[in-house]
């Protein structure tokens, strides 16, 4: 079974410049995570999609950032304008059932250099 | 507060055991987890225990959690150097909405 996909795995961009990354979540997973990870730091969440709707985007800086996830299955994360700090890496995650107790799958991640 | 704390590094030697220490703040915490990083690659769920047990063992690993002193622990037996990445706790919340807060991940180093 194919895990979580995403891409591209590594984007770098100059500041001011949009950027988007795409997440596959594994197929039937109804929960889909955006997770912002800065390095030598654990994960913190930025937003959360029960199917297509976001039930929590509390975290998500919507100034400059959007995501969307159109038909429940597959989602995208925009930054745009790209700024020096967001150089990160960002994390999709889905999951089955109770996110409290069902397992989390991560994808790779994709890593953004902002210059 | 939502913190997690995690000691930042860990060195072992080959077949000795690995204790990776957590503590945690907020006391509604219903469920504790410990996920594996390895270089260049996303979280994996290693185990997970909930607040009102004090220990879980699968295999290689015990989690021990003292929720009084809001403590959790991560011990592998016989560490191997695939063994080697970065461990994080995470913890969730009574009611949460699925979000884990993550702590800052400890790097445990395993030598030959």
């Known amino acids: 079974e194919a895990g979580v996909v995403q891409s591209p795995r590594y984007k770098i961009i100059e500041k001011k410049q949009p950027v988007a990354f795409w997440c596959n979540p594994i197929?039937?997973?109804?929960?889909l995570y955006w997770y912002l990870q800065n390095l030598g730091q654990g994960p913190e969440l930025l937003i959360r999609?029960?199917?297509?709707?976001?039930?929590?985007d509390s975290q998500l800086p919507k100034d400059r950032f959007s995501a969307e996830r159109l038909k429940g299955v597959d989602s995208t994360l925009k930054i745009q304008p790209a700024e020096l700090g967001d150089s990160a890496v960002y994390l999709c995650a889905s999951s089955l059932g109770d996110p409290n107790t069902g397992e989390l799958f991560f994808g790779e991640g994709s890593r953004l250099t902002v210059l | 507060g939502e913190d997690v704390e995690q000691s930042l590094f860990l060195s072992v030697r080959e077949g000795d055991s690995s204790v990776i220490n957590c503590t945690y703040t907020d006391s509604s915490s219903t469920y504790l987890y410990w996920y594996k990083q390895e270089p260049g690659a996303g979280l994996q769920l290693l185990t997970y225990?909930?607040?009102?047990?004090d220990m879980k063992q699968d295999q290689r690993l015990t989690v021990l959690l003292n929720k009084k002193d809001k403590h959790l622990s991560l011990r592998i037996a016989d560490t191997q150097t695939g063994d080697s990445a970065i461990y994080f706790c995470a913890e969730s919340r009574v009611g949460g909405t699925g979000k884990l807060i993550f702590g800052q991940g400890t790097t445990l180093q395993v030598k030959p």
């Open positions: 225990i909930f607040s009102n047990m």
């Open positions: 197929s039937g997973h109804n929960t």
């Open positions: 999609y029960e199917n297509e709707e976001a039930v929590d």
